[in-house]
């Protein structure tokens, strides 16, 4: 579907409201319609949600019961590299540090041998409490997105029919966008939105001991941290459940946090809504220490720092650098940064740590559409962060999105022009904007009758500038043509999964995009 709204009158604050189209993509096959509903005006604090006047969370234990507990990893996208799924792990270890007995199921590597996998598990293990963590909604990869949204609906269904007294909690990034969407898709009996490790814990110590009627729901119930977005986790993730070893060989890295949340306000981002907008720092020492210990136990020497802003705030970025420097441990490393504030000084603190190489959030060079993004640097920031990693011997990559508010012919050619100068080792960009609800574009949009609410919802919805929809694919080919480092994910691949199988096989670590041509 593409509408072209009618020209609209300038803003009271002098910019021009962003001209262009809402495309709903048609996934391939696997793709369904559900109906979203309004999720702000329905979730509840757990306390409510989990202790109703009646209903099946009604008791309150005195003690905490132990319960058997199957967390369930869903995905099962391998691009451009299979990664750990650490908020499966991060709740699975809360889970089992309560006391109750853990396991997981992750089918990342199953491919179409995850139904008889999943079943085996599930009969072997006969949980009390299935949680399934959705990391994805689709992979946002205008023209050609993918959902994965049928996919989350069969690992839901096979629960029901071989573990039908079990309850079924789902939760994960994608479960938060659009959590009442996903509760109805998945008949589940309740979800957790953000964060899982403490209300996931809670609600299995309200969970009615008799177990799960068949037939009955539990709710719907959405739950929330009623004390807002929790502080950075104490407890371990259970990553030892996972097949570490596999992932780092078919992976090139391990991945580590070092903190949540993002207080930056960009207009198509969903960071704030998944992890809070205060940014809480992990303690640097323990950091290190986990990365000194899969390292020591699992022989890792690559990691990827999967902060959404690694390099902000700048002080938690230097701790972790100097803790790590000071362990002097053979490894090296992978982050996503913003171009505001990567300092030489940060900079040469991240080499010094082992950083090899960054994904940088440029995602555009000209001040238009930069403010249109909500980013808070200018095209020459940009520049001057590239020159520090260069000078520090840091490759980058950039991370683009094309097509956007306030895009223009020339916006794109400039964009193209300043990045060129950047002389970067890779270039990825998507093309268009994938709406989620409560994003400040989205509601901008809803304003001026360009979308409504209930039309962002699980089947992928890009919104897509007037002044170049019709020549972005077109500009995108002759870019890529033109410059074998930059990839189009929504167009093709650099590198076919057979050659990145080759090259994990061959030992290669990192990222691939480090092996592009430039």
């Known amino acids: 579907m593409s509408t072209r709204p009618p020209a609209l009158p300038p803003r009271a604050d002098g910019h021009d409201p962003p001209s262009g189209s809402v495309r709903e993509v048609e996934p391939p096959e696997s793709g369904v319609a559900v109906s979203v509903s309004n999720g702000s005006g329905t979730d509840t604090a757990a306390s409510a949600a989990l202790g109703p006047a009646s209903g099946p969370y009604r008791r309150r234990l005195d003690a905490p019961r132990r319960l058997r507990v199957l967390i369930v990893a869903t995905n099962q996208e391998s691009r451009p590299d299979p990664v750990v799924p650490l908020g499966a792990a991060c709740v699975a270890g809360a889970a089992r540090t309560a006391g109750h007995d853990v396991a997981?199921?992750?089918?990342?590597?199953?491919?179409?041998?995850?139904?008889?996998?999943?079943?085996?598990?599930?009969?072997?293990?006969?949980?009390?409490?299935?949680?399934?963590?959705?990391?994805?909604?689709?992979d946002v990869a205008w023209p050609a997105a993918h959902s994965y949204v049928d996919h989350h609906v069969a690992v839901a269904r096979?629960?029901?029919?071989?573990?039908?007294?079990?309850?079924?909690?789902?939760?994960?990034?994608?479960?938060?966008?659009?959590?009442?969407?996903?509760?109805?898709?998945?008949?589940?009996?309740?979800?957790?939105?953000?964060?899982?490790?403490?209300?996931?814990?809670?609600?299995?110590?309200?969970?009615?001991?008799?177990?799960?009627?068949?037939?009955?729901?539990?709710?719907?119930?959405?739950?929330?941290?009623?004390?807002?977005?929790?502080?950075?986790?104490?407890?371990?993730?259970?990553?030892?459940?996972?097949?570490?070893?596999?992932?780092?060989?078919?992976?090139?890295?391990?991945?580590?946090?070092?903190?949540?949340?993002?207080?930056?306000?960009?207009?198509?981002c969903t960071y704030p809504q998944l992890e809070g907008s205060r940014v809480r720092p992990y303690d640097a020492s323990r950091v290190v220490s986990h990365v000194e210990r899969l390292h020591r136990e699992r022989g890792a020497t690559h990691f990827f720092v999967v902060d959404n802003v690694f390099n902000v705030p700048a002080r938690a970025a230097l701790d972790f650098c100097e803790t790590l420097a000071e362990r002097r441990l053979p490894v090296s490393?992978?982050?996503?940064?913003?171009?505001?504030?990567?300092?030489?000084?940060?900079?040469?603190?991240?080499?010094?740590?082992?950083?090899?190489?960054?994904?940088?959030?440029?995602?555009?060079?000209?001040?238009?559409?930069?403010?249109?993004?909500?980013?808070?640097?200018?095209?020459?920031?940009?520049?001057?962060?590239?020159?520090?990693?260069?000078?520090?011997?840091?490759?980058?990559?950039?991370?683009?999105?094309?097509?956007?508010?306030?895009?223009?012919?020339?916006?794109?050619?400039?964009?193209?022009?300043?990045?060129?100068?950047?002389?970067?080792?890779?270039?990825?960009?998507?093309?268009?904007?994938?709406?989620?609800?409560?994003?400040?574009?989205?509601?901008?949009?809803?304003?001026?009758?360009?979308?409504?609410?209930?039309?962002?919802?699980?089947?992928?919805?890009?919104y897509l500038s007037e002044a170049t929809e019709d020549r972005l694919v077109d500009w995108a080919r002759a870019r890529a043509a033109a410059r074998s480092n930059w990839v189009f994910p929504g167009l093709d691949w650099r590198l076919a999964d057979e050659t990145r199988d080759q090259l994990r096989r061959r030992g290669v670590k990192g990222p691939l995009w480090e092996l592009l041509p430039c």
């Open 104 to 138: 997981v199921y992750d089918a990342c590597f199953a491919g179409e041998a995850w139904s008889d996998e999943l079943a085996d598990r599930l009969r072997a293990f006969d949980p009390d409490v299935v949680g399934l963590s959705l990391r994805n909604v689709d």
């Open 158 to 268: 096979l629960v029901r029919c071989v573990a039908p007294r079990a309850w079924l909690v789902a939760g994960g990034s994608a479960f938060t966008l659009f959590p009442e969407a996903f509760l109805d898709a998945l008949e589940a009996d309740a979800g957790v939105v953000g964060g899982g490790e403490t209300v996931f814990v809670e609600l299995l110590a309200r969970l009615p001991a008799a177990g799960r009627r068949e037939g009955r729901r539990a709710g719907p119930r959405i739950v929330r941290d009623p004390r807002g977005v929790a502080g950075a986790s104490e407890t371990d993730p259970a990553i030892d459940l996972f097949d570490l070893d596999r992932y780092a060989r078919l992976g090139g890295a391990l991945n580590v946090q070092t903190r949540r949340g993002c207080g930056f306000t960009c207009s198509y």
């Open 333 to 462: 490393w992978t982050a996503y940064v913003t171009p505001l504030g990567m300092t030489a000084d940060l900079a040469a603190a991240m080499a010094r740590a082992g950083c090899r190489s960054v994904e940088i959030g440029t995602e555009a060079a000209h001040p238009a559409t930069l403010a249109a993004l909500g980013k808070p640097f200018q095209p020459e920031d940009v520049e001057r962060a590239c020159a520090a990693l260069r000078a520090a011997g840091i490759r980058y990559c950039h991370s683009l999105i094309l097509g956007g508010p306030g895009e223009t012919p020339e916006t794109l050619d400039r964009t193209a022009e300043l990045i060129d100068r950047t002389r970067p080792n890779a270039v990825v960009a998507m093309l268009g904007v994938r709406l989620y609800r409560d994003t400040p574009l989205s509601r901008s949009l809803e304003r001026e009758g360009r979308i409504r609410r209930v039309d962002i919802g699980l089947r992928p919805v890009f």
